[in-house]
């Protein structure tokens, strides 16, 4: 039996949504750059078999969805994926799971270590899937310009790229700024520039830290610039010296 309070967001922060069906949750599992290794597919697939109804869905960010829970059984599942080791997604005003495709890992087209920002996203700068903000927010790593994790249609878009300054080859990131999804979709534009590793974690915790403190309830960061004018944003977050590419 499901409380009549029963507090719906709460549960989305955790990971578990209200299903189309009556009295049903899905769960959105998660683990760090959409890597799912034997035991966490086994576990997963157990869980399913177990509190849902057998399948695995696998979402657009790399998540793997387990749908046709009882109400009664969210906190014995909950408790499964936490002690397999496997972390849980989430929903609403929050920022969602970082997506990365492979990289240098072992794409012959990468550039970059995706796999190396995302940690250090989560792991220095503490910006994390579920993260409270005023509206959802989506961060997307890809390894080359072919851009496979669709770096342009996030809040923040990276991907790897080259430099080439004095005949000299570099390899950086370049970086998308107020791209979004949804019903009425934004390209974000494209700071003209190639960034360090470092430089790139900089502009992330300004652009999140100015989204968290100036974006109102449902307003994405494509509004939020379009509202303040571009000019004045990158200023505000400390990029008035770069130039965007049209
Ligand atoms: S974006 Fe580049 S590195 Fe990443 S999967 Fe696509 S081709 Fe490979």
């Excluded at 967001?9 to 290794?37: I, S, T, V």
């Excluded at 002690?83 to 550039?111: D, Q």
């Excluded at 310009?145 to 990276?158: D, H, W």
């Excluded at 990131?173 to 979004?180: H, P, S």
């Amino acid at each position: 039996m499901i409380p009549e309070n029963l507090d719906y967001d709460a549960l989305k922060k955790r990971g578990f949504l209200k299903q189309k069906q009556e009295g049903l949750f899905l769960l959105r599992a998660r683990m760090p750059h959409g890597n799912y290794d034997k035991k966490a597919m086994n576990e997963l697939a157990k869980i399913s078999e177990e509190f849902g109804n057998g399948f695995l869905h696998l979402t657009a960010r790399q998540g793997v969805e387990i749908p046709f829970i009882k109400f009664e059984d969210i906190e014995k599942t909950e408790a499964r994926v936490k002690s397999a080791g496997i972390e849980t997604g989430t929903s609403g005003a929050r920022l969602r799971t970082t997506t990365t495709c492979p990289g240098n890992n072992w794409c012959k087209s990468g550039l970059i270590n995706t796999f190396a920002l995302y940690d250090r996203i989560e792991n220095e700068l503490h910006i994390k899937c579920a993260m409270d903000l005023p509206h959802k927010f989506k961060i997307a790593i890809s390894g080359c310009p072919n851009s496979c994790t669709r770096a342009q249609q996030s809040e923040i878009g990276i991907h790897g790229a080259v430099d080439i300054q004095g005949g000299e080859k570099r390899v950086g990131y370049a970086v998308y700024l107020g791209g979004c999804g949804g019903k009425t979709p934004c390209i974000g534009f494209k700071l003209n520039r190639v960034f360090t590793e470092d430089e790139v974690l900089k502009i992330i915790d300004a652009v999140v830290k100015f989204f968290k403190n100036n974006a109102k309830p449902k307003q994405r960061l494509a509004l939020l610039i379009e509202q303040i004018s571009r000019e004045n944003f990158l200023k505000e977050v400390g990029l008035s010296k770069i130039s965007v590419v049209q």
